[in-house]
T-cell receptor, first 111, second 117 residues
Framework: KNQVEQSPQSLIILEGKNCTLQ??????????LRWYKQDTGRGPVSLTI?????NTKSNGRYTATLDADTKQSSLHITASQLSDSASYIC??????????FGAGTILRVKS | DSGVTQTPKHLITATGQRVTLRCSPR?????VYWYQQSLDQGLQFLIQ???????AKGNILERFSAQQFPDLHSELNLSSLELGDSALYFC????????????????FGPGTRLTVL
């Protein structure tokens, strides 16, 4: 069964600290993996997109890694800011038009 | 601002009624996707159109239907509404419409919040 599981479900960190969010998937075949940031009540915004051949991609303070062998991805946030408080969603593309969404990790950054 | 517009922003209606949600994609994008996000659930993919034709179907109920017009705007029609249909409905657009198979970026609109009373 094609699934995307994210952990932790929620996370609270202090401003300025780093954190890492995890995404494990069983989607097959695998085409690409995306990370989105969704502020409460707003549409998701794309952070990174990686294909099978890429194992790391950065977007400012956000760095995503991909291990296609173990079917795991992580999103590392460096020097967190209050504005990083949001839901982070991992989405795996399974070829064609198949997109499988994770349930998301809710991150709260506090001062 | 993603460049994707959705109207209306909010919609309150009663059970059994029918509503239409509208989406205008980013300039140049040919593909439109519809998603539902309930309070306690993640994003659920409903349906995708590419250049006027249905391309992929997700967990869309038979009471729901969509279409994409020649000017590429799209409408999502929800009928015989039930309390459980209350949710945020997002539209996204992309250039090529191959989101599952390539690196086509999806741009999401601000959403329409539907409340069914």
């Amino acid at each position: 069964k094609n699934q995307v599981e994210q952990s932790p479900q929620s996370l609270i960190i202090l401003e300025g600290k780093n954190c890492t969010l995890q995404c494990n998937y069983t989607v097959s075949p695998f085409s690409n993996l995306r990370w989105y940031k969704q502020d409460t009540g707003r549409g998701p915004v794309s952070l990174t997109i990686m294909t099978f051949s890429e194992n790391t991609k950065s977007n400012g303070r956000y760095t995503a890694t991909l291990d296609a062998d173990t079917k795991q991805s992580s999103l590392h946030i460096t020097a967190s800011q209050l504005s990083d408080s949001a839901s982070y969603i991992c989405v795996v593309g399974g070829g064609g038009n198949k997109l499988v969404f994770g349930a998301g990790t809710i991150l709260r950054v506090k001062s | 601002d993603s460049g994707v517009t959705q109207t209306p922003k909010h919609l309150i209606t009663a059970t059994g009624q029918r509503v239409t949600l509208r989406c205008s994609p980013r300039s140049g994008d040919l593909s439109v996707y519809w998603y539902q996000q309930s309070l306690d659930q993640g994003l659920q993919f409903l349906i995708q159109y590419y250049n006027g034709e249905e391309r992929a179907k997700g967990n869309i109920l038979e009471r729901f239907s969509a279409q994409q017009f020649p000017d590429l705007h799209s409408e999502l029609n929800l009928s015989s509404l039930e309390l459980g249909d209350s949710a945020l409905y997002f539209c996204a657009s992309s250039l090529l419409g191959l989101a599952g198979g390539g690196t086509d970026t999806q741009y999401f609109g601000p959403g329409t919040r539907l409340t069914v009373l």
